[in-house]
């Protein structure tokens, strides 16, 4: 799945380099001969400006038609030789007569653009004045295209990969689901008759001591059946006290831990802390987290639990002093199907993460680790 979806980023990606290099380019040739082609009109311009100064009808109906045509779009400014304006042509008559530095603002950005057009003076050949020109609308708006065209590519992208990122995350939810309700379901049925098989054993004389740690363990493994159950629905939040749900779940690890690891949990003082949560699957989060704490340490060492109590939210650490996550694990450790162990299936974090950030709206990440130091996994939830 994930792989599909680097896949499509990968295609779309070079898709939209291709579209955008291949309009860029296009836009960039374009625009340099429409450059050339409004430098031509200038230079006509001109030319058919000296034209008006003959008084033979033919030539002057032809400058008239010469300046009346190519002068139209290209804003322009005529100068004498020392830059005093003579005049001016397609410029915002509005802002001209309003803002007095504007047509000299004008100028100046004239100048940076292109090279100036040399006019004599048909009626003094010594003068030599100056035609300065900007960029048409025409022009503008190539130059201006590419980085119209890369924001539509971009938004284009930008929902495909969502739309994408949605279908995946919906399927990924139904599988799980999926296959939350149907472990339930398959454990569901011969729990039943492991119960009353129990039931029956308590009548049995010489059993008195066997049939109660049975029970446990039948019961264990309800609660098993119940949170995959409540992993295929939608679970309920209740506003619990997590110190309680804490200790339970230490002390269940505790019993069934070497002596040569060490459990701690530190509340800061703190003698209840609430937090909004379903019991059956938080306490599934930290019996995970305290197994692989466990797992990590090999044997012997160190595992704490330090709660803290904030404003707006619950901060619960898990800490060993095992032998920690290497760096370029670190970003793996939730994602399905990744372990580090010779056997297990490498969704225990997984479903972990899923259960505290999409049931309980919180966060579960990797605090910090450290190879052969140890590893502190967070989970934030709100109040």
């Given at each position: ?26 836009s ?84 940076k ?21 900007g ?61 009353g098989?129990?039931?029956?054993l ?8 066997m049939?109660?740690?049975m ?58 802390i ?9 306490d ?30 619950v ?15 670190i ?23 899923r ?27 709100r109040?």
């Open positions: 799945m994930f792989n599909t979806l680097l896949n499509w980023r990968s295609v779309l990606a070079l898709v939209a380099i291709v579209i955008v290099t291949g309009t860029v380019f296009y960039n040739h374009l625009a340099k001969k429409i450059a050339v082609e409004e430098k031509i009109k200038i230079e006509q311009w001109v030319e058919a400006s000296r034209e008006v100064a003959n008084l033979t009808d033919t030539s002057l109906n032809l400058a008239i038609r010469v300046l009346t045509e190519n002068s139209k779009d290209i804003p322009m400014i005529l100068v004498y030789e020392n830059d005093s304006i003579i005049d001016h042509r397609n410029l915002d008559s509005i802002k001209v007569a309003g803002e007095k530095n504007y047509l000299v603002d004008k100028l100046a950005e004239f100048k653009l292109n090279a100036p057009i040399e006019w004599i003076n048909p009626y003094d050949s010594l003068q030599t004045n100056r035609v300065f020109y960029e048409s609308e025409l022009l503008k708006q190539v130059r201006y295209y590419p980085i119209v065209q890369l924001f539509i590519v971009a938004l284009f992208i930008i929902i495909t990969l969502i739309a994408i990122s949605t279908r995946n995350k919906s399927t990924q939810n139904q599988v799980w689901a999926g296959m939350a309700k149907e472990t339930a379901h398959q454990l569901g049925t011969p729990l039943t008759s492991l119960q098989w129990v039931e029956m308590k009548e049995t004389p010489g059993l008195e001591k049939v109660p740690e029970s446990k363990d039948v019961e264990r493994l309800k609660l098993v059946s119940d949170r995959f159950g409540k992993i295929g629905s939608t679970p309920q939040l209740e506003l619990m006290d997590i110190l309680v749900q804490v200790e339970h779940m230490v002390g269940y690890i505790k019993r069934r831990s070497p002596e040569s690891v060490h459990f701690k949990i530190n509340t800061y003082g703190e003698k209840e609430k937090a909004m949560i379903n019991g059956p699957l938080f599934w989060v930290i019996e995970n987290l305290l197994k692989n704490g466990l797992d990590a340490l090999e044997g012997k060492g160190n595992i704490s639990i330090s709660i803290k109590n904030e404003t707006t939210q901060i619960v650490d898990v800490t060993d002093t095992g032998k920690g996550i290497s760096k370029k694990n970003s793996k450790v939730f994602k399905p199907g990744f372990t580090t162990k010779k056997r297990g299936w490498g969704l225990g974090l997984t479903l972990c993460k259960i505290i950030e999409q049931y309980h709206k919180g966060e579960l990440f990797v605090k910090q680790s450290e190879p052969d130091k140890g590893t502190t996994f967070r989970i934030v939830l109040k």
